[in-house]
């Protein structure tokens, strides 16, 4: 067994999924195998799923859900000011509001792994070319980097401010998804597709900054400075990801086919 296994849990009541790495593990490795194996053996003789009712009630949930995370969330930050927002450390063991902390990370933990089914969706669609490297590194990423944040680190804190950005970017999202699903005409507008990914990006630029602020005009603050490195580079690394995509898919281009010679 590897050390890290063994580190004792920064939450002595640890929440839904973080009280063992195995849950999530074996969630990813399900996840990954599916996706780049069995999920591409089932459907190599198969037509694609119709999965239009699937994605509507899929894209509907994720729409509120991540709605109601973002709306508790920012209560309690900006309307009852319960977080110190130049240096947001977990709370105490014992604190008023500690339980309200294990839910609501609770819920953010639970939502990262849910999001791993719009890969299954491509996979059972046949949209292969949606799995890219960035799609399966984000949601990877997005969903091991919960759970270990939460069982060495704890939960909320500083925390709160990635869940609170990401689940506004979600809410946004899921909505364009389900509007396009309903609405031709918002399909086919590019525009849309821009201004999600620009959304994505300036999320990605803000938790940068954040993270920054923090560690450099917070020095006597308590969060651990790993984790705000840790936000820091994830910050830069995917603002480069969905910058490369950006400018890829909306500024290049496409190529014309060269003319043949009489």
Known sequence: MLRIFHIPQADPNPIILAGSPWPIIWILAAYLLFVFKFGK??????????????????????????????????????????????????????HTHKQLERVVHAAYLINKVLDLLDTVFFVLRKSFKQVTFLHIYHHVFMAFGSYALTRYYGTGGHLNAVGLLNSLVHTIMYSYYFLSSEYPQVKSNIGWKKYITLTQISQFFLIFSYASYVRFFSPNCGVPRGILYLNMLQGVVFICLFGKFYIQTYLRLPKTPKSKQP
């Open 41 to 94: 053996l089932l459907m190599k003789n198969r037509k694609p799923f119709d999965l239009k009712v699937v994605l509507k009630v899929y894209n509907i949930m994720q729409v509120i859900y991540n709605g109601i995370y973002f709306g508790v969330v920012f209560y309690y930050m900006f309307i009852e000011g319960i977080c110190n927002l130049r240096c947001m450390e977990s709370f105490p063991q014992g």
